[in-house]
């Protein structure tokens, strides 16, 4: 339940970031939510091959909610990297309306 929590706020800071840019915003939604899993994912490649290779336990030994509390602030990481360089480049690319250019003169 906690993971659904988790997921929920992910896409609503996602969502309100491409509402604020006018993007896609279920689009960016989901891609903040995809960002999690890939981090999480990679981080659980690496840590298999760095288990397997350093030690005689198998990585099937592990208790999966230690694995999974190990690899949360991996995928958390991944997507607060995503999401800053989402807002850092969209603020710099930000196009000024043509109604304030307008309004200068008047």
């Known amino acids: 339940m906690l993971g659904f929590a988790l997921l929920y ?8 970031l491409a509402v604020y840019h006018n993007k896609n915003k279920w689009g960016f939604a989901v891609l903040g939510i995809a960002a999690y899993y890939a981090g999480v994912f990679f ?3 690496i ?6 290779l350093s030690s005689n336990n198998s990585v099937n030994d592990m208790n999966s909610f230690v694995l ?9 990481g991944t997507t607060a990297l995503l999401y800053h360089l989402l807002k850092k480049n969209w603020e710099k690319n930000k196009k000024i309306e043509l109604e304030m250019i307008e309004q200068i003169g008047m």
């Open 43 to 45: 981080f659980g490649v």
């Open 68 to 76: 999974g509390l190990i690899a949360l602030p991996f995928g958390a």
């Open 47 to 52: 840590l298999g091959f760095i288990l397997e």
């Open 9 to 16: 706020f992910i896409g609503k800071y996602y969502y309100n």
